[in-house]
């Protein structure tokens, strides 16, 4: 069996960027100083009077998007999630997110799979931070085909949109042909009855895994891909509860403030539903290799296995 293509979804950002800006003059990019970790130096080389490093100074870089899409351009700023929801929050609030204007920030090295850079740098604080601001959207895409649209569908949005990817090469389950990414629309990847695995990231792949190893128990989960955190497609969510009566959310993220909150407050107004949140519990991460930290984290499909068949009982 031939091996599963990997590629990290900061990849895809950086590629996104240079297939659009083919099609768009309006389309710039502000970096904070990273531009080889983000990806966007791909975008550089292509358009190098496109491209402005606005150096290690994100709240300063995130101002300035803001005045160039006042101006009418199209900017994506480009920096570490730890670097632009936590550093530049305020500057994200009050001149992107209060004007709504149309700014997309593009936040790579998001959760713990960022490894051995650590705690510092590891930010599982992103969708809680920018979840709180009106109007912003929030996407977290889970392989290569789906960031690449994401991308994509977020330059056509009006208004400010998170994008999270990641530094860690994650299989690329997708397939291209026929794919379609729509902002505030998931996906049903694998149909079943006695429980809905709601998952994002990086995540998804997992549940995935997950999902048909627990059908070899005869445990028959549906496995949903929630890409936008925020809008939440209260449709899907509210029939897979009803359908499977029993959720399990799935995210890299902390388990305060993210997918899981987000799903467990549209549940419990509209559809009380027993939930199981599996993600970062409350606690900073540390340094090591990205693969063996998500196992020590809990963010593996031998773990969702483990709750769903307990869930389950």
């Known amino acids: 069996m031939a091996d ?22 309006d389309l710039i990019v502000f ?29 300063n870089m995130m101002a300035v998007a803001a005045g160039a899409a006042a101006a009418g351009l199209k900017p994506f700023a480009s920096t570490f999630a730890m670097f632009a929801a936590g550093r530049a929050f305020e500057q994200i609030r009050n001149s992107i997110g209060y004007p709504h204007l149309n700014v997309k920030i593009g ?9 051995e850079d650590g705690a510092s740098h590891q930010c599982c604080e992103d969708f809680a931070l920018m979840r709180s601001i009106p109007g912003m959207t929030v996407i977290c895409p889970s392989d290569d085909v789906e960031a690449r649209a994401a991308v994509k569908a977020a330059y056509e949005h009006e208004g400010p949109v998170y994008l999270r990817f990641g530094r860690l090469a994650v299989p690329v389950f997708h397939q291209e042909e026929g794919f379609r990414f729509e902002i505030g629309k998931g996906e049903v990847l694998m149909d079943g009855t006695d429980v809905a695995i709601i998952a994002t990231g990086l995540m998804v792949n997992e ?26 497609d209260e449709e899907l969510v509210l029939k897979a509860a009803r359908e499977c009566g029993k959720v399990v959310t799935c995210e890299e993220h902390s388990v305060i403030g993210g997918l899981g909150e987000a799903v467990c407050g549209l549940l419990s ?45």
Do not use: M
């Open 4 to 25: 599963v293509k990997k590629i990290a979804t900061r990849d895809s950002y950086g590629n996104a960027l240079k297939e659009l800006a083919a099609q768009h003059d």
């Open 207 to 232: 549940a995935l895994e997950a999902g048909k190893a627990l059908a070899e128990q005869g445990i028959h989960a549906r496995v949903i891909n929630l890409a936008t955190i925020k809008p939440l």
């Open 31 to 59: 970096d904070a100083d990273l531009a080889g970790a983000t990806k966007t130096g791909v975008f550089k080389k292509e358009y190098p009077d496109r491209h402005f490093n606005c150096g290690i100074a994100e709240g």
């Open 269 to 313: 107004e509209k559809c009380p539903t027993p939930v199981r949140r599996i993600g970062v519990n409350d606690e900073y991460g540390y340094s090591g290799p990205a693969a063996e930290l998500l196992k020590r984290f809990g963010l593996s499909s031998e773990h969702i296995i483990e709750v769903v068949k307990e869930f389950c009982k």
């Open 107 to 115: 936040a790579t090295h998001g959760g713990i799979s960022v490894g």
